[in-house]
């Protein structure tokens, strides 16, 4: 079987792509990878997983079956319902249980879904454990029978234990009541929106028990309004909701709440690179902040890199895709990465991008620093970017010795104060040309002229 796994799991057209026959092959294959004894907290008699998922209408019967297929191989379910994919990657590390399951396809529209698995200690899976289980997906097996096979029960408390978690990163402690001091973010009016998706009890839940006054959009789901015109990629809504209720920020996650982006008190976007800058520099200060670095990908603008070295903290890019910042962290011992697109991940809070529990770091930030939102964000500049797609070319030559001649020129004249990007695209013939320069006229021009060496060098 060809590459079944993406950057994020499997993830298609409900019911045509992503089927419940192929939901119960990943549980069964993937629990005979990931539910062997090793696989579990010491002392346990049997494994068990947690299966979660957000709030499309297909997530019905593709979380029934791929706990179906789970139970099969003896392996026990706990179904923690309508969740956020990091509260089930929460509740793997905090229950042992031995992997854990979402459905979702996060700020995809909602004919899509899709299915993510979480190992052990709650991270996502490498390649080599993604083609272990693709190999297993049709094989024949030696079937448990009798008590041997697993239980499926429900996991109500998830959402709750979720949430005090999350809570508990910006210094809530439970059951204190309304003491101030433990109320972090007391006296910020904020607007959420939770894309009528995964994060529509959790994402109030916890920033009112942070003691935000908090106006929420976009929380009731019916199962077909997930992403649609709300949330992360619909971010005008929430602009016009904060200027509304003239609050002092707004927070917008996606369908599963693993991403989040922001906006100040007059209706400005606060993208993902400023919003790692401003959590970088907050560690940074408290001296929190591992080896002074932070972990971007290739697609963050220069502005942040620019700001980051201002402040004598260093910037590693990596590959596009949260999976391979998070490599980099763990391999290399950092705490603070994530995405332009709002995917942050804070490993001394949690093992994978979680946009309730960045919501809650960057309010707090604000609340702290007595600084608005805004004033924040200014330290972290975005210059201006043009980005091309040139079609009709052989996008596996973008390594051709005249291409690099021109891409060296380009690169030559914008000297520091500018950078130049090449990408294939994943899915169809398309080179993506970005240049960012001092001056949007000077990015469109140099984007511009790099276009046209793709387009004439590498023709098809």
Not at 157 to 175: K, M, R, W
Not at 372 to 378: F, K, N, Q, S, V
């Amino acid at each position: 079987m060809g590459r079944l796994f993406g950057t994020d799991g499997v993830r298609g057209l409900a019911n045509r792509d992503v089927t419940a026959r192929l939901a119960l092959q990943l549980g069964v294959a993937g629990a005979r990878v990931l539910g062997k004894p090793e696989d579990r907290a010491a002392g346990q008699k049997k494994p068990f997983a947690i299966v979660g998922r957000d709030t499309r209408i297909s997530g019905d019967f593709l979380s029934s079956a791929i706990a179906a297929g789970i139970a099969s191989t003896g392996v026990d379910v706990r179904d923690a319902g309508v969740i956020p994919t990091p509260g089930v990657a929460q509740a793997v590390k905090a229950t042992g249980a031995a992997f854990g399951v979402v459905l979702s396809a996060s700020h995809n529209p909602m004919p899509d879904n899709g299915i993510k698995f979480f190992a052990f200690g709650g991270t996502k899976l490498d390649d080599a454990v993604e083609d272990q289980i693709l190999e297993l997906l049709d094989a024949e097996w030696d079937r448990p029978t009798g008590a041997a096979v697993g239980r499926i029960s429900r996991y109500p408390a998830a959402s709750d234990n979720f949430t005090e978690h999350l809570v508990s990163g910006v210094g809530v402690i439970p059951g204190a009541g309304d003491v101030a001091d433990q109320l972090p973010l007391a006296g910020l009016k904020v607007v959420i929106d939770c894309a009528n998706g995964a994060s529509s009890v959790v994402g109030p839940a916890a920033l009112r028990q942070a003691g935000a006054e908090v106006v929420v959009i976009g929380a009731e789901p019916n199962g077909e309004n997930i992403n649609d015109g709300v949330g992360s990629t619909h971010i005008e809504h929430l602009q016009q909701a904060v200027v509304e209720h003239q609050a002092d920020a707004g927070v917008a996650f996606d369908g599963d709440a693993d991403r989040c982006l922001a906006v100040d008190a007059v209706g400005r976007e606060v993208n993902g690179d400023q919003v790692m800058g401003i959590l970088a520099l907050a560690l940074h200060e408290e001296g929190k902040l591992a080896q002074d670095t932070l972990v971007t990908t290739v697609m963050s603008n220069l502005g942040l890199r620019l700001a980051m070295e201002k402040h004598g903290i260093k910037t590693v890019q990596t590959a596009v895709g949260d999976r391979y910042v998070l490599e980099e962290m763990l391999a290399s011992g950092y705490n603070l990465g994530g995405e332009q697109s709002g995917h942050v991940l804070m490993l001394d809070h949690g093992t994978t991008g979680d946009g309730v529990q960045t919501a809650l770091h960057l309010l707090h930030r604000v609340a702290t620093s007595k600084r608005t939102l805004a004033d924040l964000a200014a330290q972290i500049p975005k210059l201006p970017q043009t980005l091309i797609n040139v079609r009709g070319v052989d996008k596996a030559r973008t390594d051709d010795a005249e291409l690099a001649v021109e891409i060296a020129a380009v690169e030559a004249e914008l000297g520091d104060t500018g950078r130049v990007l090449l990408r294939a695209s994943g899915t169809e013939p398309v080179i993506r040309v970005m240049v960012e320069a001092k001056t949007a006229e000077v990015a469109r021009a140099q984007a511009e002229r790099l276009a046209g060496h793709v387009e004439r060098l590498l023709a098809l």
